[in-house]
Structure formats: C-alpha cells, structure tokens
C-alpha cells in the first residue's frame, strides 16, 4: 500500500509519499490534475489523505474518485492535531503534505473514503452555493435600501431587482434537479421545502451509504461523550458540515409553525 498525502493550495498541490523523501508539487489545474492522477494510478494501492481547503481540494477528489482511487477527506483541526501529537509544531505545505501520508499509513483503518457525487450532484451543489450567495447580497441590499438617500436607494432597488432575477432562475435550476432526482423520502414530511432537498441531496452524498449514527455524526448532530474517571461532562453536538445542519435547522421551525402542533410543544 502506497500512503499518500495531497496538501492543497490555491494554485498548487504537494504531494508525499510515506517512506519516500521530498515532495512533489503539481499545479491545482485541470492538467495538474490530470497529471497527478496518472502519476497516483501508478502506485500500488494508493491510500490519499488530503486536507479540506475551501473548496480547492474539490476537483482533486472528484478527479481521483472518477479514476476509481482511493481518498479521504479530513477536517483541518484533524489534521493539525494529528501532526501535534507526533511532535511536528511547524507547518508549511510539504510539511503538511507529508503529515497526512502518514496519517494515511497509520490511520487508513479509522479514515472513511470519500463518497463522490454524481455529476447531477455537482451541478445541483453549484447551484445551491450560487442561492446563497444571492441570498446573502440581497439581505445586504434591502439593508443598504432602507437607509440610504434617494439617489443611492435607487441604484440600490434596481440592484436588488436584477438580484431577485438572478435568485428566480436559480431557483429555477434547483427545482427541476430535485424534481428529477428526489426520493420520497427527501419530500415527505411538512418542512421539507426545495432548499432542504436541495441541500440533503447535494450536501450529503452518503445519504444511503452510512449509518444512521456515522450520518449524525458526519452532519455534527449527534452529541460528543465528554467523561473521565467518575465525572460525566455534558454531550455536546461539534464539528460537522455546518450548511446541513442549518437546513435541518430551518426545516425543523418550518414544521412546527402549524398552530396546533407548535402549541402542543410550548
């Protein structure tokens, strides 16, 4: 088995083989990226730990998965508390990249691999990450309108306008993805309008895939244990996929709003 770890940058990729000295940097392009995969698809039973950064990790996995290789994702406080426990305080990108081969050599038993989804997945995401964008600026907008003077307020309007357009469309977009690929599962109770759908369906490929307890905790909605010796702490629910969990959120204060139901519960 061949222990790889990627550190990923904006522009590059450093990658460290366990048990090989250096580094090697690739550029995080398409064709960096279609190098580094033929170069991985010549190891034997490559194992790939890289960091999440962003969103700049993402064609590198997507890239691997098509290729059938194996590769996992891991949380950055994971990966710096790894590298603290061996002894290395430093940081710098080929420091981090063979840090996470060896995670990759010691750890490839408790590393999960990465679930890529499918391409009607990928699109579905871009669009739920283009809503909130628009979401956000528009929020800006309203708020900019409702104190600026009559000239600016409105430039202000007419952006908030061509805002609304944009977020009509999109929606638009999100809408005919979920109609063809939501399950009645994903639809079924009260609250679980397009933006929760859109966000199960696009944010959670391993929906399916794991457990009902690995999904909680992959979501960060199941309480962390805290004890020692006699002393029980209080769970508390941590890390996670933050966008999951405010739609569950939301979608949660959408079903109780019905009268009956929310007065049952206060």
């Known amino acids: 088995m061949a222990a790889v770890g990627i550190g990923v940058g904006k522009t590059n990729l450093d990658v460290a ?5 250096g580094v090697t940097r690739y550029a995080n392009t398409p064709s960096g990226i279609t190098k580094l995969v033929k170069w991985l698809g010549g190891l034997e039973a490559p194992r790939i730990v890289v960091e999440a950064t962003g969103g700049y990790e993402e064609p590198v996995l997507e890239a691997c998965c098509d290729a059938g290789l194996w590769i996992c ?3 950055p406080r ?3 508390n790894f590298a603290r426990a061996t002894g290395e305080l430093a940081k710098t990108d080929a420091i981090d990249a063979r840090q996470l081969a060896l995670m990759a050599r010691l750890r490839v038993d408790r590393l999960r691999p990465h679930v890529a989804p ?14 909130g964008q628009i979401v956000m600026t528009l929020q800006g907008q309203k708020q900019q ?3 600026a003077p009559s000239a600016v307020r ?7 306008a061509a805002l609304a357009r944009e977020l009509k469309a999109v ?21 679980l309008g397009p933006v929760f759908q859109a966000s199960m369906l696009a944010l959670l490929p391993e929906l399916g895939e794991l457990s009902r307890r690995e999904i909680a905790k992959l979501v960060g909605v199941a309480p962390m244990n805290r004890d020692s010796g006699q002393g029980q702490g209080k769970r508390r629910i941590h890390g996670g996929r933050a966008p999951v969990r405010v739609a569950l959120y939301m979608a949660t204060l959408s079903a109780r709003r019905p009268p009956a139901f929310s007065s049952r519960l206060i």
Do not use: F, Y
């Open 17 to 21: 083989v366990e048990g090989r000295q």
């Open 73 to 75: 994702r891991v949380n």
């Open 78 to 80: 994971q990966a710096r």
């Open 118 to 131: 499918q391409a009607w997945q990928r699109e579905l995401r871009d669009w739920l990450r283009r809503r």
């Open 145 to 147: 309108a409702a104190m």
């Open 154 to 160: 409105t430039l202000t309007l007419r952006t908030i």
């Open 171 to 191: 929606e638009q977009a999100i809408n005919r993805l979920i109609k063809q690929h939501a399950t009645p599962a994903v639809c079924s109770s009260k609250g």
